[in-house]
């Protein structure tokens, strides 16, 4: 599909959704991109503390909300490995020069 054909079809079908606005739960008729659009205005951050002589991790943190974003949140008893690494390779990009707003083509490199 064309990337139009995919926004087009991501717009239809609305349906009630529960969507999460900081203390009130909204409850609205919307599509799938409407979802997205409003899941998209919210700043997600993460924190790890590592010990600088052993590089164990001591704690991090991250999220906005438990009940609505539970995936960023550390009472998650499983984790992707990608959640830890994604932190400490953002870091690495950003002290090599890297801008936080790069865009890099998904596209396979050979």
Avoid: W
């Avoid at 079908?13 to 659009?37: H, Q």
């Avoid at 899941?39 to 991090?60: C, D, M, S």
């Avoid at 999220?63 to 984790?79: A, C, T, V």
């Amino acid at each position: 599909m064309s990337d139009d054909e995919i926004l087009k079809r991501l717009d239809e079908n609305e349906r009630t959704m529960n969507l999460f606005n900081y203390g009130e739960d909204l409850v609205v008729e919307a599509s799938t991109l409407d979802s997205i659009k409003h899941n998209a205005k919210f700043l997600n951050a993460g924190f790890i503390a590592v010990e600088p002589e052993t590089g164990a991790a001591r704690t991090k943190e991250g999220g906005i909300d438990l009940e609505n974003f539970k995936d960023h949140h550390e009472k998650q008893s499983k984790r992707r490995v990608g959640y830890t690494l994604r932190q400490i390779l953002y870091t690495a990009a950003l002290e090599n020069g890297i801008a936080p707003c790069t865009d890099f083509s998904r596209t396979e490199v050979t």
